[in-house]
Every structure is written in structure tokens, then in C-alpha cells.
């Protein structure tokens, strides 16, 4: 069965400093995809960045980058340079391929972050 | 675009009545996901549905809980009786032909509260 594990419940970080959110997987499918997923006190949820389980590169959008490892199984967030409009919930959620398991997106228990002025 | 849109954004219901939550995913999409989202037990999957079809409804906590999608414009959740501990947000995401780099596009949720 899939599951995602993000084991940090709350998290604080100065403004204009980096943060790392943590996020390990379990999965047996050969390919899957990686996400995070904000979601601010207003509730909407809003996509920031994917990674594939094939690609050679860590994903980076703007300040996001996922720093990935397959070997482990992780798929941590690192934030850079912190804002304070990055308080939110975050959340990592996993895509199976469609073919060894269904292609439904699971999520994780998400971590709150909030940024300190 | 305008996006996936859920409606209604908020209901308050008493407990034993039917409850109705509509879903009207992004154009083009073909999958389609409800979440119920706690405190307690964070963002749950209840039902997936791919190219109208069911796929997945493992999630679906009992009976009450019922989920259609009669075309691929339109999807509904339905709870009956509805209870207390129904009260949650209810999330609708679709998503976009078969890769596993496509994103879900999250609806803004209905917040339902049944006293």
C-alpha cells in the first residue's frame, strides 16, 4: 500500500531563512510522482512543485526546490528565503502510475509552518 | 479556466438530513477525487472516479456516503442520514489525462457542519 509520512506536525523559521519539510514515501510502484501542496488559513490548496520519480534532477519552481532521494525515499521541500505569507499547512502527496496500483492522489499528514518576523 | 468549482461553499444541516455536495471539475479532465479533510484525520480520499467510472471507493467511510459522476462535467457527494461527525471539508480535485506529472486542481472546498 502507498503511504506518505511527514513526521514534523509544526514547524517555525525565521523570515528570509531557508526551511526543509520532510516527507518520506513508501510505494512499490516502479514510477510515481511527488508533490507539495500548500494550503493557507483561507483553505484552498495550491499546487508548488512536482517531482518525478525519473527524473535526474531535483525540481525547483522560484524559491521552492525538492530536494529528492529515491534511495530514501524522501521528497523534502526546502523553502528558501522565507516569507511571511509562507505560513500555511504543507502537504506532500504521491501519484502511483496507474498500472501497478491506481493513479489516485494520496496525501500526507502535513506540517504546519509558520514564518516569525 | 475557472477552475474546478465546488458548490455549495458552506452548509449547515441537522443531523438525519440528506446532504448534497456538487463538483464541477476543470474541462478536459478525466479524473476526478473527493477528499474530506479534519483535524484529526488530515486530507482522507474517499472516492477517485477515471473517465466518469468509479475506480476506487475504498475511501467511502460507510453506506451514507454515496458519490456519482453522471458525465464528465458534473460529480456529486451525497450523504444520508448525515451525522455530527460528517462535519468536515470536503474537497474536489480533478486532474488531467494519465501521466503521473499531471497535478491535481483542488476546488475551494465545501465546509460542511451538521448540528
Known amino acids: 500500500a502507498q503511504k506518505i509520512t511527514q513526521t514534523q506536525p509544526g514547524m517555525f523559521v525565521q523570515e528570509k531563512e531557508a526551511v526543509t519539510l520532510d516527507c518520506t514515501y513508501d510505494?512499490?510502484?516502479?514510477?510515481?510522482?511527488l508533490f507539495w501542496y500548500k494550503q493557507p488559513s483561507s483553505g484552498e490548496m495550491i499546487f508548488l512543485i512536482y517531482q518525478g520519480s525519473y527524473d535526474q534532477q531535483n525540481a525547483t519552481e522560484g524559491r521552492y526546490s525538492l530536494n529528492f532521494q529515491k534511495a530514501r525515499k524522501s521528497a523534502n521541500l526546502v523553502i528558501s528565503a522565507s516569507q511571511l505569507g509562507d505560513s500555511a499547512m504543507y502537504f506532500c502527496a504521491m501519484r502511483g502510475d496507474g498500472i501497478t496500483s491506481y493513479d489516485k492522489v494520496i496525501f500526507g499528514p502535513g506540517t504546519s509552518l509558520s514564518v516569525i518576523p | 479556466d475557472a477552475g474546478v468549482i465546488q458548490s455549495p461553499r458552506h452548509e449547515v444541516t441537522e443531523m438525519g438530513q440528506e446532504v448534497t455536495l456538487r463538483c464541477k471539475p476543470i474541462?478536459?479532465?478525466?479524473?476526478l477525487f473527493w477528499y474530506r479533510q479534519t483535524m484529526m484525520r488530515g486530507l482522507e480520499l474517499l472516492i477517485y472516479?477515471?473517465?466518469?467510472?468509479?475506480?476506487?471507493d475504498s475511501g467511502m467511510p460507510e453506506d451514507r456516503f454515496s458519490a456519482k459522476m453522471p458525465n464528465a462535467s458534473f460529480s456529486t457527494l451525497k450523504i444520508q442520514p448525515s451525522e455530527p461527525r460528517d462535519s468536515a471539508v470536503y474537497f474536489c480535485a480533478s486532474e488531467g489525462p494519465g501521466q503521473v506529472n499531471t497535478e491535481a486542481f483542488f476546488g475551494q472546498g465545501t465546509r460542511l457542519t451538521v448540528v
Open positions: 474541462s478536459g479532465h478525466n479524473s
Open positions: 472516479f477515471n473517465n466518469n467510472v468509479p475506480i476506487d
Open positions: 510505494t512499490s510502484d516502479p514510477s510515481y510522482g
